[in-house]
């Protein structure tokens, strides 16, 4: 066994790892670090039988959990990204010191890049950076971060997402440089930024559902209220996709899914998740031209004006 390396990717993310090549290591995020180093310290400090699961709050990564173990033998393993390292008790405080002094890298927070801006014909999320900004609708913003956590670990990637009229372009560079562009206008981000970026779009998307879930009210007829909409949703998605050969299937995934993410009881990040994977559900498997309408359902019925 040997010390695990530390380092900071060009993606922004940290990466903790022994013997590996490329990205075959437990990613985190930069902001993470100090509490992955708080749960090395409290596993270093337990003599027996342990074991913490920390799970990330950000999507780096092949996992979205790091496992702290310590068996009844002492020996002490880290788990996550399909990895395990098994480490000395002085291994984890050296990690952990390593992680508490990490060199600093000039990136803005998340809501420097993305935030939640006044409803207005379904745009509700504004994405800037140096003086450029774009709006974009719910569904945008979910596959705006789907494109870009794709690019990642690419060296150039460029995609062009066209909903109805509007085309959204994500593109990186080789230089490790990327952009959002729309309507002859272009947002950029160096590999510092993009995480910010990322934690920026999921936590607007978030906040934007759960001013609809608010609305709904907590009362005893805030389930009539959510049955409601979600009778909606389906009214309006069964007459687009009324000729659909699976049209029944899509708008069952459709209410099932928005049932998810405005009912009661369900874990907040949770929401922004499943909003997530039902925007890039449409965007990869239905034909083209009905990308607009069933998103235009969604902004109208998942977005409420505040």
Same mark, same amino acid.
Request: glycine share 8%.
């Given at each position: 066994?040997?010390?695990?390396?530390?380092?900071?990717?060009?993606?922004?993310?940290?990466?903790?790892?022994?013997?590996?090549? @490329?990205?075959?290591?437990?990613?985190?995020?930069?902001?993470?670090? #100090?509490?992955?180093?708080?749960a090395l310290e409290k596993l270093a400090q337990t003599a027996r039988s342990y074991r913490q699961t920390y799970r990330k709050t950000t999507d780096v990564g092949a996992g979205n959990k790091i496992d702290f173990e310590r068996a009844d033998d002492g020996r002490i393993s880290l788990i996550g990204d399909g990895q395990q390292y098994y480490c000395t008790e002085e291994e984890i405080r050296e990690l952990a010191e390593k992680l508490k002094h990490l060199?600093?890298?000039?990136?803005?927070?998340?809501?420097?890049?993305?935030?939640?801006?006044?409803?207005?014909?379904?745009?509700?999320?504004?994405?800037?950076?140096?003086?450029?900004?774009?709006?974009?609708?719910?569904?945008?913003?979910?596959?705006?971060?789907?494109?870009?956590?794709?690019?990642?670990?690419?060296?150039?990637?460029?995609?062009?997402?066209?909903? @109805?009229?509007?085309?959204?372009?994500?593109?990186?560079?080789?230089?490790?440089?990327?952009?959002?562009?729309?309507?002859?206008?272009?947002?950029?981000?160096?590999?510092?930024?993009?995480?910010?970026?990322?934690?920026?779009? #999921?936590?607007?998307?978030?906040?934007?559902?759960?001013?609809?879930?608010?609305?709904?009210?907590?009362?005893?007829?805030?389930?009539?209220?959510?049955?409601?909409?979600?009778?909606?949703?389906?009214?309006?998605?069964?007459?687009?996709?009324?000729? #659909?050969?699976? $049209?029944? $299937?899509?708008?069952?995934?459709?209410?099932?899914?928005?049932?998810?993410?405005?009912?009661?009881?369900?874990?907040?990040?949770?929401?922004?998740?499943?909003?997530?994977?039902?925007?890039?559900?449409?965007?990869?498997?239905?034909?083209?031209?009905?990308?607009?309408?069933?998103?235009?359902?969604?902004?109208?019925?998942?977005?409420?004006?505040?």
């Amino acid at each position: 066994m040997g010390n695990l390396y530390v380092k900071i990717r060009t993606d922004g993310a940290l990466g903790i790892g022994r013997g590996t090549e @490329g990205k075959a290591e437990i990613a985190i995020g930069y902001g993470e670090a #100090h509490m992955i180093a708080a749960a090395l310290e409290k596993l270093a400090q337990t003599a027996r039988s342990y074991r913490q699961t920390y799970r990330k709050t950000t999507d780096v990564g092949a996992g979205n959990k790091i496992d702290f173990e310590r068996a009844d033998d002492g020996r002490i393993s880290l788990i996550g990204d399909g990895q395990q390292y098994y480490c000395t008790e002085e291994e984890i405080r050296e990690l952990a010191e390593k992680l508490k002094h990490l060199p600093p890298v000039e990136v803005a927070p998340a809501s420097d890049y993305v935030e939640k801006a006044a409803p207005k014909d379904g745009f509700c999320v504004l994405v800037k950076n140096g003086g450029k900004q774009i709006k974009l609708k719910l569904p945008d913003a979910a596959l705006v971060k789907a494109a870009v956590k794709s690019s990642l670990d690419s060296r150039f990637f460029e995609e062009n997402i066209k909903i @109805g009229d509007r085309t959204l372009a994500i593109n990186r560079s080789s230089d490790l440089k990327w952009s959002l562009s729309s309507d002859n206008e272009s947002v950029r981000f160096t590999a510092y930024e993009v995480e910010a970026l990322l934690a920026g779009l #999921h936590n607007t998307i978030l906040d934007v559902l759960m001013d609809a879930v608010k609305s709904k009210g907590s009362d005893k007829i805030a389930d009539i209220r959510v049955k409601s909409q979600i009778q909606r949703i389906e009214q309006e998605a069964t007459k687009v996709l009324a000729e #659909h050969s699976k $049209g029944k $299937g899509i708008i069952k995934q459709l209410t099932k899914v928005a049932n998810q993410i405005l009912g009661t009881g369900t874990d907040a990040d949770a929401r922004a998740h499943d909003f997530i994977r039902l925007c890039n559900y449409i965007h990869s498997k239905l034909e083209p031209e009905f990308l607009e309408p069933l998103f235009e359902i969604l902004s109208f019925t998942l977005v409420t004006d505040t």
